[in-house]
Each structure stands twice: as C-alpha cells, then as structure tokens.
C-alpha cells in the first residue's frame, strides 16, 4: 500500500507559518513583559512618593507643638530656661544662617520650621552640617522643631533630650539629669525635646533619597543611616506667609522659602507649607522618551528626553498658628 508524505514545499511553507505564529507569540510576550515592569516602575514610584510625602507632611502637622507651654517665644529668657547640661558640641550641631544651633538660646527664638534652599551651583546659606559636595542643586532643607508623643510618665531615655512645660514656663534638660519636680515646677509635664533635618542625598546609583538627621545627647543632630526613601529627585517647598503689617493669623501668599525674611521666620508668620516631591525611577525604561515639563512651585524640571519616568506629588500643610494659640487672630 502506498502512503504519501508532506512535500518539500509543504514542510517550507509550514516551518514559514510555525515562524510567523512563534514571532508573533514572542512579540506579545515582550511586549506584556514591558508593560508588566512599567507598571511595577509606576507602582513603586507611586508608593514611595507617598510614604516621603507621608513622613514630611506628618512630621510639618507638629512642628511647633510645645505641650502646654503656649503662647510664649521658645527663647531662654521669655520663660525657658535650659539645663547646664543641655549643650551640643558645636562639632556635631547644624546651624542656620542666624548661627542658631537645634536647642533654643537667648539670642534668638527658636523657629518650630526653618527652610533653607540649595541654588543652582549648590551654594546655601546655613545648615553646614549638609556639605557641599552632597547637596542636590535646585531643593530644599527642612528643618523642624517640636516635641515628641505624650508626655513621659516612665524612665527617661539618656540619649534623648526633654521639656518639662506648664502653661507659663518650660525647662529644657538632656535624659541624663534629674527632671523638676512638682515643687520646682507644679502640674508640669515631661515630653521629648527633638529637632529633624530632612535633605537629599546622592544615591549610589546615580539617583537621589530622602535623608534625616535627628538629635540626641551624644550625637548631637546626627544621621540615621541609610535612606529613608529612595528615587526622590527633588523636594521643593514653599512657604504660606501672613504679610500684613500686624500679624493677624491670616495666610497672605504663597512664596519660595527663599523669599520668606528672618523677620516673618522669627515671628512665626510662616502658616502653611506646600510640599512638591519629584519621584524618579530607579532605571530608564526602554523604549521610553520623557519629554514633559515639571512644575514644582517655582522650580521647573525637565525630562530633557531621557528615559526615567517621574511622578509630581503636592500637598499642603497648615502649620500650628502661634497668634490662634495665644488667643489672637480671628
């Protein structure tokens, strides 16, 4: 009996078509490949936006907060006093343009924010402690001054520095010391006495990340090692200012933090903070051309058609209002 088998031609023509069918398959795949890691490059981009965006808006909500002691300058002399031990060495202490360390002094009031900004060829006025040499041109540094919790009711920590406060007086002593009692100080309550620093830093890949700096006995404002959160590109802030002649409570305009004048800082005039966080992906994404133009207040950056996505967050805060607290404004 006679079988017939497939031609030559026949075998060419189905090899052709099995190709087509296997290009065709590897083409989706790719192709889903891709999509399925520029979603995942999203995701993160999105997720670590909002934990940064969630550690300076929580951390801005407080500044300020000084227990009951209201309504009073954090200035020794208006009302504080400080221990003989609550120093830091100059060494290990940041700065801003006043010379103003993170404790309070009699020079000067403490400011529950300050914000210093790093122009384009990396210059800034204050806060050495961020060294030239790391600092991301065209950002911003926030530095915040609060307390920390609910007031101690157990052993005090000697790496930490406190508050005892009342309504009308505040003493501020490193955890090392004994506190006052209720005969020195009546009613007082104790809280943790903390200053934090948030900048960029240059990441090892090339990208930037979110650092801090906090303060501690021994360590003087020292820095929590590693990342808090990587890919952030740039951080810009701005500032809500009551620019009436007498301060009335009521948040005039918005202005770059480099506007704001040591008077309005000093004075407490700073009401609102607007955050702008540019995210950056870890690796450009194949294929993918980022031309779009970044608006961050009063910063502009561009993609200048690399391959990164980004991600733009914004968000407002309105700061504790020092005049609303001594039963001013309206």
């Known amino acids: ?53 969630r550690l300076l808006t929580q951390d801005l909500r407080w500044a300020g907060f000084w227990g009951d002691y209201t309504g009073l300058p954090m200035q020794v002399g208006s009302g504080l006093a400080l221990s003989a031990g609550a120093q830091v060495p100059m060494s290990k202490d940041c700065f801003d343009e006043r010379s103003e360390g993170s404790l309070p ?118 820095l929590i090692s590693g990342a808090l959160v990587s890919g952030v590109e740039k951080m810009v802030l701005q500032c809500g200012v009551d620019t009436s002649v007498v301060a009335d409570g009521k948040l005039d305009k918005f202005v770059a933090a480099s506007d704001v004048t040591a008077q309005e800082w000093n004075e407490g005039r700073v009401l609102a903070v607007r955050v702008y966080l540019l995210m950056r992906a870890a690796q450009p994404d194949r294929g993918y051309v980022n031309r779009q133009i970044y608006q961050l207040g009063h910063v502009t950056v561009s993609g200048n058609g690399d391959g990164y996505r980004r991600l733009l967050l914004e968000s407002t805060v309105a700061l504790r209002n020092p005049l609303l607290v001594a039963g001013g404004g309206e």
Request: hydrophobic share 45%; charged share 15%; net charge neutral.
């Open 1 to 53: 009996m006679k079988v017939a088998g497939f031609t030559l031609v026949e075998w060419l023509v189905a090899m052709v078509l099995g190709l087509f069918l296997l290009a065709g398959v590897l083409s989706v795949f790719v192709a889903a490949r891709s999509n399925t890691g520029s979603a995942i490059e999203q995701s993160s981009l999105l997720e670590n936006g909002r934990l940064a965006m």
């Open 105 to 222: 002094s009699a020079v000067a009031p403490a400011r529950a924010i300050w914000i210093a900004h790093i122009d384009s060829s990396k210059a800034m006025s204050g806060l050495g402690c961020v060294t030239a040499s790391n600092r991301i041109a065209d950002s911003d540094v926030l530095t915040i001054r609060r307390l920390i919790g609910l007031p101690q009711s157990s052993a005090l920590d000697d790496n930490r520095f406190y508050l005892a406060t009342t309504s009308q007086s505040a003493y501020l002593f490193p955890g090392n010391e004994t506190p006052p009692d209720e005969t020195a100080m009546p009613h007082r309550q104790i809280w943790e006495y903390q200053y934090h620093l948030y900048y960029l830093y240059p990441s090892a890949g090339g990208g930037h990340e979110l650092r801090k700096r906090m303060l501690t006995v021994n360590g003087g404002s020292w």
